[in-house]
C-alpha cells in the first residue's frame, strides 16, 4: 500500500463521521432541565373538587417541564383553588415555586351555563402563563367563554401546552414576574385585567 492510500485509509473515518454530522465519541449527553413541580391547595374550592382533579390531569398529560400536585400542607401551596361567587379569575402566571398564585372559581361563569372543567382548566391556564385568546376556537383552551356554552373542551391544544413547557424550560432559574396580575374572566364577554 502506497504512503497516500495508507493516509486516505486513516483519514476516512474521521471524514465520515463528520460529513454525516456523527458526534465524536467523547461528547457528553445533554441533561434535561428538572421538571418544575407546582403545588396548589384546593381546601376551600368546595363543589369544584372533581372539576379541579380533571383539570389538573388534563395539564399534567399535556405538559413536560411543570407538574401540577397537591401540596402537602396547605399554607405550603405556590397557588390555592377557592369557590366564590363572582367571575372566575386569577394570577397571571406563569407562577413559580414560592409564588402566590391564585384561582378563584366563580360561580357566575357556572350559572351562565359554562362547563366547571373548562373553566378550572382555563384558569389553571393562567397560572401556568398563558393569556386569553377570545377569539380562538373551542379547542384552544384559553378561548374561554369564545365559542359559547356549547365548548366543554378542557384540554389545552398543542400550542398552548408548547408555549407552558416554554415558560417552564429554565426550571426555577427563570425570573420571577416583576408585577401580580390577575385576569378576571367575565365569561358573559368582556375581560378585566388589574395589576397589584
Given at each position: 500500500m502506497s504512503k497516500r492510500t495508507a493516509i486516505l485509509a486513516a483519514l476516512a473515518p474521521a471524514l465520515l463521521s463528520t460529513a454525516v454530522g456523527l458526534a465524536p465519541a467523547?461528547?457528553?449527553?445533554?441533561?434535561?432541565?428538572?421538571?418544575?413541580?407546582?403545588?396548589?391547595?384546593?381546601?376551600?374550592?368546595?363543589?369544584?373538587?372533581?372539576?379541579?382533579?380533571?383539570?389538573?390531569?388534563?395539564?399534567?398529560?399535556?405538559?413536560?417541564?411543570?407538574?401540577?400536585?397537591?401540596?402537602?400542607?396547605?399554607?405550603?401551596?405556590?397557588?390555592?383553588?377557592?369557590?366564590?361567587?363572582?367571575?372566575?379569575?386569577?394570577?397571571?402566571?406563569?407562577?413559580?415555586?414560592?409564588?402566590?398564585?391564585?384561582v378563584q372559581l366563580g360561580r357566575q361563569a357556572v350559572d351562565e351555563g359554562y362547563d366547571a372543567t373548562r373553566i378550572t382548566a382555563h384558569e389553571t391556564g393562567h397560572i401556568l402563563g398563558l393569556p386569553d385568546d377570545y377569539s380562538g376556537p373551542c379547542s384552544a383552551l384559553m378561548s374561554g367563554h369564545g365559542p359559547g356554552t356549547s365548548c366543554t373542551?378542557?384540554?389545552?391544544?398543542?400550542?398552548?401546552?408548547?408555549?407552558?413547557?416554554?415558560?417552564?424550560?429554565?426550571?426555577?432559574?427563570?425570573?420571577?414576574?416583576?408585577?401580580?396580575?390577575?385576569?378576571?374572566?367575565?365569561?358573559?364577554?368582556r375581560t378585566l385585567t388589574r395589576s397589584h
Open positions: 467523547h461528547s457528553e449527553p445533554r441533561t434535561p432541565a428538572a421538571v418544575v413541580t407546582l403545588t396548589y391547595d384546593a381546601g376551600a374550592a368546595g363543589p369544584w373538587a372533581a372539576s379541579i382533579d380533571q383539570a389538573v390531569r388534563n395539564w399534567n398529560d399535556a405538559v413536560h417541564n411543570v407538574r401540577l400536585e397537591p401540596a402537602s400542607s396547605p399554607g405550603s401551596a405556590d397557588y390555592v383553588y377557592e369557590a366564590t361567587s363572582g367571575w372566575p379569575q386569577a394570577t397571571l402566571g406563569p407562577v413559580f415555586p414560592g409564588g402566590s398564585g391564585d373542551n378542557a384540554t389545552p391544544d398543542t400550542a398552548e401546552a408548547a408555549q407552558v413547557d416554554s415558560n417552564y424550560a429554565a426550571g426555577t432559574a427563570r425570573a420571577h414576574r416583576p408585577s401580580h396580575q390577575v385576569v378576571i374572566d367575565i365569561w358573559s364577554g
